[in-house]
């Protein structure tokens, strides 16, 4: 289990979450419900 | 299993019996003297059996079978009790499993369904108090083949119980503990059972408590109906937990009638869990086996719901009963009827006709990486190490992920080709682009999705330009990155929600397609936000509406400007250019190899 960094394209709201290698995990954003859910596996810079 | 539609091979393990099937005349002395006794999984543990035993009365062929994993024969403490009283010399220790090879040209999958296990939902105390059971555990106490040859007794004393409750949707319905469909057959099962108590003993007082009553099916209102007229109560309701009598074990239900708003107080003396039914087990790797997909609830994915009811993604592959979805004897019937209908079809016809639509490769391209071989979901591209990939068409479902995988133009499909697609997003970009939201939508959802919208006659912007793909993987990195440097200002990829992929698991390739292509725009200093991807099923008439209201004011965000900037920063680097950098690199790397020798000789 690694901690991923998670931000939702449509209204920017970011999150980290525990993931599982090789899981298959259908992510939404729980502000929007958009699946445009970018992954990153370090902390993102800040959002300007 | 190997092979594709027409043309599969399959191996079968035949389990060995340790009893000789030809030999055995079903005497039943062994299981006489057989010293060893093991809860009977028939009778769902309320009786026992011997380790050598028939399974189930009825059983076909009728001949005993040794469960060899309870014997003693072949532990150190040899026993071989069995082996000495039957006449017919039946009993073989040394039985081992067989592998059957076999050819065959369609399959049909009926892995039947697993029963929802209570005890994770501890407030119907199901492990805790002995009265309480479940709807399987009834079954076999009111079947005159049970263990206690159909009188209906209750576990904690052996006496007839007076008063039964039913509680209805016990592992079904229930999101909480991640089972939200309704398991289909229970509210008719508990009206049966009603029936059956009222039938055989009509002193006995049923209570069902139920959220919805679902009796939908032919003559199933008439059986509701008479259950209630033979005296069942029923209240609608879900008690929230059982307390039990330690002295009499009686069970006490205090559960809200949300019909009357009152609060009730029901003394029971036997509660009956009416429990939903999940997929089984080995669906997990029967859908590795068959290259399968699974719906969100966990059960095999058909072609299409409508269309195709009975077959599988996967060509020559249909289904028959629970493994597809929930349904009750009739429909399974059915089911299974069609499955063998198709499949008489298929093999009558002599050749199996495949969609036009299927990827090929260009040998002159293909660069033997074996990327598009690792992808296809349904294993249609042959490839090795050293040769070049190769389409096997009959197991080809036209996906194209292949094809928007290959990084050198070595698969194109048939139809929906490269060219195709490439002059759609030009001639739709070719006039104002600024002002559209530029849609790659999947045939099958997110397309469909955008028809439901507009029968369902909702309103959203107008500015969308929609382009159909098989699927969402089908696009590829540069569709996306020329729909930009066509003036694109959003781009929006959409496609199935992750259990629904018509193409087993497709879509996913479509994520990690966008992520990549994100971390690109980021490099190339275009905001990555406008390009989304949205999951939209083919009933999500709203959500697409919602979607495209939300492109749209993205779109009203992104300047000319901005535009303008996108189209030079995601420019192709002209070939030429490309070649001068690869010369000028080999020029370093041997200006390097000449500078490495001088250092060398020099401190040589």
């Known amino acids: 289990m690694a901690v991923n960094y998670f931000r939702c394209m449509m209204c920017g709201y970011e999150w980290e979450e525990e993931v599982e290698k090789g899981e298959d995990v259908e992510r939404s954003c729980s502000q929007c419900r958009s699946s445009s859910i970018r992954q990153f596996k370090r902390k993102p810079e800040p959002k300007e | 299993m190997t092979g594709y539609v027409g043309n599969f091979q399959v191996s079968i393990r035949k389990k060995a019996r340790y009893v000789d099937l030809e030999a055995c005349n079903a005497c039943g002395e062994c299981a006489k003297v057989c010293p060893q006794v093991v809860p009977d999984e028939y009778q769902m543990g309320l009786s026992a059996r011997k380790a050598i035993y028939i399974p189930f009365p009825q059983a076909v062929p009728c001949v005993y079978v040794l469960d060899m994993e309870n014997c003693l024969g072949n532990n150190p403490i040899a026993c071989g009790k069995c082996a000495d009283v039957c006449e017919q010399n039946a009993i073989n220790y040394d039985d081992a499993d067989e592998i059957i090879t076999r050819d065959v040209g369609a399959v049909i999958v009926a892995i039947g369904l697993d029963v929802y296990d209570p005890t994770e939902m501890d407030e119907y105390g199901y492990t805790r108090f002995e009265n309480v059971i479940t709807s399987m555990e009834f079954e076999r106490l009111i079947c005159a083949g049970g263990p206690t040859d159909g009188h209906f007794v209750r576990p904690s004393d052996m006496e007839r119980p007076l008063r039964i409750g039913f509680i209805q949707c016990v592992g079904s319905r229930n999101p909480a503990i991640g089972r939200p469909y309704c398991s289909n057959i229970c509210c008719m099962n508990t009206i049966k059972d009603t029936l059956l108590l009222a039938d055989h003993y009509p002193d006995v007082q049923n209570v069902v408590f139920y959220q919805d009553i679902r009796a939908f099916g032919k003559s199933f209102e008439d059986m509701f109906q008479r259950s209630k007229e033979a005296g069942t109560r029923y209240v609608r309701g879900l008690p929230g937990d059982i307390e039990e009598d330690p002295e009499t074990k009686n069970l006490v239900i205090t559960v809200e009638n949300t019909t009357s708003g009152k609060l009730e107080r029901h003394e029971l003396d036997m509660v009956v869990l009416s429990v939903g039914v999940i997929p089984p087990a080995d669906l997990e790797k029967i859908s590795g086996l068959f290259t399968l997909s699974k719906t969100s609830d966990g059960f095999f994915m058909e072609s299409h719901p409508k269309l195709k009811p009975v077959d599988a993604p996967t060509k020559g592959i249909y289904f028959a009963g629970f493994c597809e979805s929930p349904k009750d004897i009739k429909d399974s019937v059915c089911q299974a009827g069609a499955a063998a209908s198709k499949v008489g079809a298929l093999l009558n016809a002599g050749e199996v006709h495949v969609e036009a639509i299927t990827s090929h490769v260009i040998e002159e391209l293909c660069t033997e990486c074996g990327v598009c071989a690792s992808i296809c979901p349904f294993s249609a591209i042959r ?34 080709t490269d060219d195709q697609l490439m002059a759609q997003i030009r001639a739709i970009l070719s006039d104002k682009p600024e ?148 010369e000028k690199a080999d020029a370093g790397a041997g200006e390097a190899e000449a500078e490495a020798a001088e250092t060398e000789a020099v401190s040589g």
């Open chain 2, 383 to 416: 490839w090795e190490k050293g040769q070049k990939a190769h389409v096997i068409e009959a197991m080809c479902a036209g996906c194209g992920s292949c094809g928007a995988a290959c990084a050198f133009g070595a698969i194109e499909m048939k139809h929906f």
């Open chain 2, 435 to 582: 002002e559209k939201v530029f849609v790659f939508a999947c045939n099958w959802c997110s397309y469909a999705g955008g028809d439901m919208a507009g029968i369902s006659r909702l309103v959203y912007p107008t500015s969308n330009r929609v382009i159909r793909t098989m699927c969402s993987a089908r696009v590829s990195e540069e569709m996306v990155l020329e729909a930009f440097r066509n003036g694109a200002a959003v781009v929006l990829v959409s496609g199935c929600h992750y259990a629904d992929c018509h193409y087993i698991n497709a879509n996913r390739q479509t994520v990690k397609r966008v992520q990549k292509l994100w971390n690109k725009l980021d490099k190339a200093g275009v905001r990555p936000e406008r390009l989304q991807l949205e999951w939209i099923s083919a009933a999500e008439g709203q959500k697409f509406a919602k979607v495209m209201k939300q492109m749209e004011e993205l779109r009203a965000t992104v300047t000319l400007e901005e535009i303008e900037h996108t189209r030079e920063a995601l420019k192709p680097k002209p070939k030429k250019e490309k070649k001068a950098r690869a």
